[in-house]
């Protein structure tokens, strides 16, 4: 493989200084001068949702956009998964750039969604992560607000496997959610507008999708028109 491999592109949960990255949730330090070094072939180490947004940028005509989003111009690719993370995507005539970020650590008050308390900012990615959902779901049942099993909520949920089991309970959390996201999503698309809308990406996306379309979010596809998260 080694013979045949021209070079390696390694993405990496954390923030890229000068093609070094120290893991977010693990102990680990990356230099890819040192890879490049070690493989004899030249490595590239790069946040991972820049790679997950250089892919969307790659593959234009399938990205699928909220609010009014098209085929070409700027994007915001947000993931919702484990954690969250955005990249702005701004495409060019001879290349397309894609600009990292730590959207995912900057802080929001969840007060008026009914998800915190009103003098506490607390960093999206707590939030908005399907970890964060499911600190909110054990948060409210503690509280009284919802009544699932204890096994439901248990330190190996799943947010996505939590979300498909039929529990009416999750009506008023989801809206709440989906809440909180829109108003976040509002101000992310205020501070950088962008003519080609938000590419929502991730395992906790693809989960939430069908409870967004019917809190009244509006999804509009690229050319192929169909509506979906990924």
Not at 64 to 77: E, N, S
Not at 81 to 94: D, I, Q, R
Not at 134 to 159: K, P, V
Request: aromatic letters at 6%.
């Amino acid at each position: 493989v080694r013979s045949t491999c021209a070079g390696a592109v390694v993405a990496v949960a954390g923030p890229v200084v000068d093609g070094m990255v120290s893991l977010t949730n693990g102990n680990l330090l990356l230099d890819e001068r040192r890879l490049t070094a070690q493989m004899g072939r030249p490595v590239r180490v790069v946040n991972d949702l820049v790679a997950a947004a250089a892919g969307v940028a790659v593959n234009a005509a399938e990205r699928q956009f909220f609010r009014g989003g098209g085929a070409d111009g700027a994007c915001w690719v947000v993931g919702l998964g484990t954690g969250v993370g955005a990249s702005l995507v701004v495409p060019g005539k001879a290349h397309t750039m894609v600009l990292p970020g730590e959207f995912g650590h900057s802080a929001v008050s969840p007060w008026d969604f009914g998800l915190g308390d009103a003098d506490r900012l607390t960093p999206i990615e707590d939030l908005l992560s399907g970890s964060g959902f499911i600190d909110w779901a054990r948060r409210w049942q503690s509280e009284g607000r919802i009544a699932l099993t204890a096994g439901a909520l248990g330190l190996d949920a799943d947010a996505g496997v939590v979300l498909a089991a039929p529990y009416s309970e999750w009506s008023a959390l989801r809206k709440a959610y989906s809440r909180l996201l829109g108003a976040v999503l509002g101000d992310l698309a205020m501070a950088v507008t962008v003519p080609g809308g938000m590419h929502l990406i991730g395992g906790f996306a693809q989960a939430m999708l069908p409870h967004h379309l019917s809190m009244g979010f509006n999804f509009t596809g690229g050319k192929g028109g169909h509506v979906s998260a990924r």
